[in-house]
Each structure stands twice: as C-alpha cells, then as structure tokens.
C-alpha cells in the first residue's frame, strides 16, 4: 500500500511541477495588450487567455489584418517588460531556437486554448474555416487543396516559416519571386522581434491570370486573389521578404519520386487542376 501511495504521489507532484496553468480571463493585463497593438498597430487584436509556467506567464492573442490572420505569443516573467516569444501565421510545429522556444507543457496548454477558442467561434459562425483545430490561418491548408492531388507533395503546415522551411527541402526549384511564373509557390514569412514590430507574412500560389491566389481571413480561410505578383512584392517584400519555388512534376501516380529540374507542375490554383508539365 505505502508503495502504491508513494507512487501515486509521484505522479501528482510531476504533474502540478510539469503542468502550465491555464486561464482564460476576459481581459489581457492592459499593459500587455497594448504592447501587443504597439507591435501591429494596424491589426485587430484577440485575446485568447493565459498559460504559466514555473518561469514565466504566456500571453495568446490572435490578429487580423484585412487578408491576413496569425498568431503571437508574449512572455512575461513577473516584474519585466513582456516580450514576444513567437508570432506567425500558425505556431505549429513551434520553433525550436534556444533564444525564442517555448516549454513543451506550454505548447500543449496553447494548443488547448486555441481549440476552444476556435470551437466557441464555429458554434457562433458555422464557416468552413472555423473548425476546432488550433490554427487561424489557413495559407498553408489552402496551398495543399491544389498542389497534394496533383504532386503528392504538402505543405503540411499553416506557418509561413514552416511553409518556406519545406519548400527549400522539399521537390522545388527557386526562382524570381518578382517574375514567378504560373503554378509557383510564393511565401512571405512572418518576421518579428522581442519587442516588435510584427510583420504578418502570407503565402500563396501564382495563378495562370497572373494573379496570387491565397487563404483570405476575411472569408473564413477561403481562397481569394488579393494581389499581382507585383503587388505582392510591394506589399511583403521590403518588410517580410519573398521567396518562390516551382514544384518538380512527379515522375509517379504517389509523388514519392519527382523528375528532373527541367520539368515542372504549371498548376492553376483558380480552378485546382493542373495545366500540365511545363520544361525550360
């Protein structure tokens, strides 16, 4: 019995030591949301609670701005200035840098956060986007519905820095993202410091008309066409940089082996069918 009690014991002491706290008030600490609206002060703020650690207390909000939705993530140990741990279009996977990297109990306490808030937002406003998964954004979701039929290949994530960490990776060639042809892959990541700016990124895949089509926050993640690539390099490029890949055509019905760099997917994302295989 002493063995059992003293087991049991164990567990709840790893337990209350290892698990954050969760909270949800209905208000941030004031100075920590206006540091949040300092950091983009052209963005709607959203408050979505609390976690704490032994070390430090973690902020959760969410922002909007016009096409543009993500998500940041301030840290604050009592008696400091907060600073932003993290903000991207999606948090997942969480970075894993020293300097900026979060707790994995953490983690676990966002992702519980971000699910209830998204399943309170679906019982008010059944939308297609608005679904109980621990995502705001939808760019790289949106990015996969066109290019996983046709390639085999996905993006896997909802992150800007993710999105542009596979596409260097993965089956693609780099080109001009000024001149990005028809069926490339753009991607601006979300760029940020401690103690801001924050500069939403996005991503998106160049259509046959020239245009970018990309998941609008606006239409509850719908895939709209917001910009030129002209447009996209005025908006993004200066603040965010951009990047543009050109998948290699699958050599494969299951895109496990892509052909050389000469051929590639010529994908339209207005109408989700490929054009066919495009060569230099």
Known sequence: MYFHWAVGGLLLWRFLVC????AQPAE????VRAFVQHADPGASVEYCGAVSSSKFDYYLFLLQRKELAGIVLVRQR?????VIADADTSLFPFRADSARSVEIPVQHGIEILLRKRNLAKKSRTPQRASSPDPDVSA????IDRVI??????????????????VLRMGPTVAVDPRTAPPGSIIVSPTQSSIYGPIYLGHAGIVGSDGLIYSADARYGGARTKNYSVAGWSKQFS?????????????????GQRFQSQI???NIDPSSSESCGISGS
């Open 19 to 22: 698990s954050p706290v969760i």
């Open 28 to 31: 941030a600490p004031p100075a």
């Open 78 to 82: 009592p008696g400091t200035l907060p």
């Open 139 to 142: 760019v790289g979701r949106e």
């Open 148 to 165: 996983y039929p046709l390639s085999g290949f996905r993006l896997g994530s909802n992150s800007t820095r993710e999105i542009l960490r």
């Open 238 to 254: 200066g603040s965010n940089g951009s990047y543009a890949f050109i998948l290699h055509a699958p050599s494969d019905k299951d």
């Open 263 to 265: 051929t590639w997917l």
